[in-house]
Nanobody, 120 residues
Framework: QVQLVESGGGLVPAGGSLRLSCAAS????????MAWYRRAPPKQRELVAVISNSGAATYVDSDKDRFTTPRDNAKNTMYLQIDSLKPEDTAVYYCYARVEVDRLPIDAYWGQGTQVTISS
């Protein structure tokens, strides 16, 4: 099986920066796309960024210049750097990955989420 574990969330003042991590573990043969989503109730979960295996990233947010999502394939880990934090960034952030396990067809996995709270 595969586990995705997010870390790095917490309470951060507006204007600051935050770096989230998502580490994948298990019988991993390879990881295709990885992505960050977030959910701020009562809104639905929304896509924040996608990064391919080759490192090509796409950001969805309207002020996407604040987001960076590097990836370390050797460590099966993805990061999300958010700068100039705003109260509206408050949400639970989820990691998503398409993973090949033991040479079986690629399947999708989700992490449990990490809470990010921005204080104004």
């Amino acid at each position: 099986q595969v586990q995705l574990v997010e870390s790095g969330g917490g309470l951060v003042p507006a204007g600051g920066s935050l770096r989230l991590s998502c580490a994948a573990s298990g019988s991993i043969s390879g990881i295709d796309d990885m992505a960050w989503y977030r959910r701020a109730p009562p809104k639905q979960r929304e896509l924040v960024a996608v990064i391919s295996n080759s490192g090509a990233a796409t950001y969805v947010d309207s002020d996407k210049d604040r987001f960076t999502t590097p990836r370390d394939n050797a460590k099966n880990t993805m990061y999300l750097q958010i700068d100039s934090l705003k109260p509206e960034d408050t949400a639970v952030y989820y990691c998503y990955a398409r993973v090949e396990v033991d040479r079986l067809p690629i399947d999708a996995y989700w992490g449990q989420g990490t809470q990010v709270t921005i204080s104004s």
